[in-house]
């Protein structure tokens, strides 16, 4: 069965510093991977999927995100943070179109001014 | 992109009664998926739900319980049913946006306080 896990409960940056979040994955095949983010009291947004080519993946907001299958790894990457970066982000992996997603257990970041 | 509107966006419920969870998509598509985040914690996926058949369950959620409906392929409904304070949560349901492979969109969800 695939799984996520994310590391890091909590991330404290300060405004304008660089962010990286971990996301380690299990999946026997190829996965598809996602990352997205939930500000307080609103839904999910897509920030950036990868499932196919180019390993470096852009998304929106200014993040970008690289699957290293050796690594297992698709993280999360912003080089200057804003404070409305201060969200719960979730990296998320799908067998396949179509089919479920399965959740890691996220990453909340606090922004510093 | 797809767009989910979701209702109701919260609401307190007392404890034994059901609530009925409602999600309207402006385009077809062929699987809504029920998500369920406990206070804290990531998404959990309770059941994929298809036109014109009955909706698949993941391990620990029952029909009984979660009653799932999907008349057309612009709507679902998700029943929580005789609820307990256990089942405070926010519920979401999701698309896989048909112009957009891999594109999963999410509704606002629901916030449910079970009282």
């Known amino acids: 069965a695939q799984s996520v896990t994310q590391p890091d409960i909590h991330i404290t940056v300060s405004e304008g510093a660089s962010l990286e979040l971990r996301c380690n994955y299990s999946y026997g095949a190829t996965p598809y991977l996602f990352w997205y983010v939930q500000s307080p009291g609103q839904g999910l947004q897509l920030l950036l999927k990868y499932f196919s080519g180019d390993t470096l993946v852009q998304g929106i907001k200014g993040f970008e995100a690289e699957f290293k299958r050796s690594q297992s790894s698709f993280n999360l990457r912003k080089p200057s943070v804003h404070w409305s970066d201060a969200a719960e982000y979730f990296c998320?992996?799908?067998?396949?179109?179509?089919?479920?997603?399965?959740f890691g257990g996220g990453t909340r970041v606090l922004v510093k001014p | 992109s797809a767009v989910i509107s979701q209702k109701p966006s919260r609401d307190i419920c007392q404890r034994g009664t059901s609530l009925t969870i409602q999600c309207q998509v402006d385009s077809q598509v062929t699987m809504m998926f029920w998500y369920r985040q406990q206070p804290g914690q990531s998404l959990t996926l309770i059941a994929t739900a298809n036109q014109g058949s009955e909706a698949t369950y993941e391990s620990g959620f029952v029909i009984d319980k979660f009653p799932i409906s999907r008349p057309n392929l612009t709507f679902s409904t998700l029943t929580v049913s005789n609820m307990s304070p256990e089942d405070s949560s926010i519920y979401l349901c999701?698309?896989?946006?048909?112009?957009?492979?891999?594109?999963?969109?999410f509704g606002s969800g629901t916030r449910l306080t079970v009282v």
């Open positions: 999701s698309v896989e946006d048909p112009d957009r492979p891999y594109g999963y969109t």
């Open positions: 998320a992996v799908g067998e396949a179109a179509g089919n479920k997603l399965t």
